[in-house]
């Protein structure tokens, strides 16, 4: 079975500010991983996502993540945070790219 | 294309009555997922189609919900006697698969049916 554990439910950052937000995975077989970012009262956008090709991807609105195997992790990160990031953001497993098994959420918060 | 379309995007409802969302798929998409997300979690799968044929339900659906896709196209979610525990938030999500193989293609969400039991 798979499942996904963010730490910390609220992340606080400066804007202009690195942005690592943490997410580790647990599958049986090579996962697919996504990030998903959600505005209030909206649904999910997809940041990014990792298919087993290059472990650095990079996604959309300047966010990156790193596949590590050895770490079961796939954080997001991005080098510098605008207002305009402070969202919800979802990390996600899939097996097969069926469906997914999302992590309990991480908002984050941009101060000016 | 206009994305996937839900709705209606919030209901409120007495307890024991019955509520039914619709969802609108992006139109070449074959696969359909509906899933329920509560206050501070993430959302959870419910259940998903392939085309016409509903594949796969969660223990989460209890057997006062029901889900149809006829015809392959838009589909419903009815929940009946509905219960203050049912309040959250509807997603429904779209994507292309092959019909046999893995798939790294995106799902698309649609914004959501807000459902409040009062």
Redesign the interface.
Same mark, same amino acid.
């Given at each position: 079975a798979q499942s996904?554990t963010q730490l910390g439910?609220h992340v606080s950052v400066s804007e202009g500010a690195l942005v690592l937000l943490r997410c580790n995975y647990s599958s049986s077989v090579p996962p /697919?991983l996504f990030w /998903?970012v959600q505005y209030p009262?909206?649904? +999910?956008? +997809?940041l990014l996502?990792y298919?087993s090709a290059a472990t650095l991807v990079k996604g959309i609105n300047g966010f990156e993540a790193e596949f590590k195997k050895s770490e079961t992790s796939f954080h997001l990160t991005k080098p510098s945070a605008h207002m305009s990031d402070a969202a919800e953001y =979802?990390c %996600?497993v899939s097996l /097969? #790219?069926?469906? +997914?098994? =999302?992590? %309990? #959420?991480t908002i984050l918060r941009v101060k000016s | 294309d206009t994305g996937v379309s839900q709705d209606p995007r919030h209901k409120i409802t007495k307890r024991g009555q019955n509520v039914t969302f619709r969802c609108d798929p992006i139109s070449e998409h074959n696969r359909l997922y509906w899933y329920r997300q509560t206050l501070g979690q993430g959302p959870e799968f419910l259940t998903y189609f392939q085309n016409e044929a509903q594949l796969e339900k969660s223990r989460l659906l209890s057997n006062r919900f029901s889900a149809e896709r006829p015809k392959g196209s838009f589909s419903t979610l009815e929940i009946q006697r509905t219960e203050q525990g049912d309040s959250a938030m509807y997603l429904c999500a779209s994507r292309y698969s092959p019909v046999r193989g893995a798939t790294n293609t995106e799902a698309f969400f649609g914004q959501g049916t807000r459902l409040t039991v009062v």
């Open positions: 996904v439910s /697919y /998903y009262n909206q649904g +999910l956008q +997809l996502k298919t =979802f %996600a /097969y #790219g069926n469906k +997914l098994v =999302f992590g %309990a #959420g | -």
